[in-house]
């Protein structure tokens, strides 16, 4: 679990780019090139510790693998 502020807020930035990007129709495996590219940025730029950035992907990775964070709500019925 991420405890750090700077780290957190990454986190959120990716999740939040991940379901717009899916509700864009990009696949799972274009937000994996996309995390891939974003982490790259973070180690390049030496935006947080090492062992910071591996539990970010470690973190960001099992919300791509969770199918219930990019389900379509289903919506009511209209009743007329």
């Given at each position: 679990m991420l405890q750090d502020?700077?780290?957190?807020?990454?986190?959120?930035?990716?999740?939040?780019?991940?379901?717009?990007?899916?509700?864009?129709?990009?696949?799972?495996?274009?937000?994996?090139?996309?995390?891939?590219?974003?982490?790259?940025?973070?180690?390049h730029a030496d935006a947080l510790e090492p062992y910071l950035i591996h539990r970010l992907e470690e973190d960001t990775l099992r919300y791509l693998s969770d199918p219930s964070n990019f389900a379509v709500p289903e919506s009511e019925p209209e009743i007329y």
């Open positions: 502020a700077r780290a957190i807020r990454y986190y959120q930035r990716l999740t939040d780019a991940f379901v717009d990007h899916w509700n864009r129709g990009y696949s799972t495996s274009d937000l994996r090139l996309y995390l891939e590219g974003y982490l790259a940025a973070l180690r």
